[in-house]
């Protein structure tokens, strides 16, 4: 069974810090997404990882994709208030009709 | 560009009832994939169906039950509703085997 794991799942930092949130994976998938949430809103798709050594960067966010150690990664650079947000991973399952399976989320809170 | 409907928005149901949840895909997606998010939680995949056929099942209890019609939009039909079901729905649209785009919800509240 695929089981996708974030760790942190709460992060507060100062503006203008950086840091990374985590995303491990149990088995080999197709595609790795990072999407993000605000409070009772839809998911905002930030990227999408298709192979390993993928790098995407979008403003202050930085995905990374490590398909041999299971494991991708999104860097925030000198965090806004703005980012504050619930960020997930997801990976697709390879069968089927590619069903998203999600981490935990990570709940990140920007202080002034 | 268009998106990924789903009507009602908001849904106040008392337990015991029954309730309907919609989607329509954008225009050209074949495959349709119901989610589930409780407060605090990720989503979870319930079922999902790809040109008018289930595809997969999740963790969808016995009283859901969902269909993809011909002309592609899909209905989550919910009963006997209980104070647990209240969430998040979400319903995604894709063409298989490509990236899944999510619609905006509906919350359902169960009194």
């Known amino acids: 069974e695929l089981k996708v794991e974030q760790n942190p799942l709460f992060l507060s930092m100062q503006e203008g810090k950086n840091y990374t949130i985590y995303c491990n994976y149990s088995?080999?998938?197709?595609?790795l997404y990072w999407y993000r949430q605000d409070p009772g809103k839809s998911l905002e798709s930030l990227f999408v990882?298709?192979?390993?050594?993928a790098v995407k960067q979008e403003g202050r966010l930085m995905a990374s994709l490590d398909t041999k150690a299971r494991l991708s990664t999104l860097h925030i650079t000198a965090a806004v208030h703005d980012l504050s947000a619930t960020y997930f991973c997801?990976?697709?399952?390879?069968?089927?009709?590619?069903?998203?399976?999600f981490g935990q989320g990570t709940r990140l809170t920007i202080n002034p | 560009a268009a998106g990924v409907i789903q009507s009602p928005r908001h849904l106040i149901k008392e337990k015991r009832e029954t309730a309907t949840l919609k989607c329509y895909p954008i225009?050209?997606?074949?495959?349709v994939y119901w989610y589930q998010q409780g407060p605090g939680q990720d989503p979870q995949f319930l079922i999902s169906?790809?040109?008018?056929?289930?595809?997969d099942k999740g963790s969808i209890p016995d009283r859901f039950s969902a269909q993809q019609f011909s002309d592609y939009h899909s209905e989550l039909n919910m009963s006997s509703l209980e104070l647990g079901d209240s969430a998040l729905y979400f319903c995604?649209?894709?063409?298989?085997?490509?990236?899944?785009?999510f619609g905006p919800g509906t919350r359902l509240t169960v009194t």
């Open positions: 995604a649209s894709s063409t298989l085997g490509f990236e899944q785009y």
């Open positions: 088995t080999t998938s197709d595609r």
């Open positions: 990882l298709l192979s390993n050594g």
């Open positions: 997801a990976v697709d399952t390879i069968q089927g009709a590619q069903k998203l399976v």
């Open positions: 225009p050209r997606h074949d495959t």
């Open positions: 169906f790809y040109e008018k056929m289930q595809s």
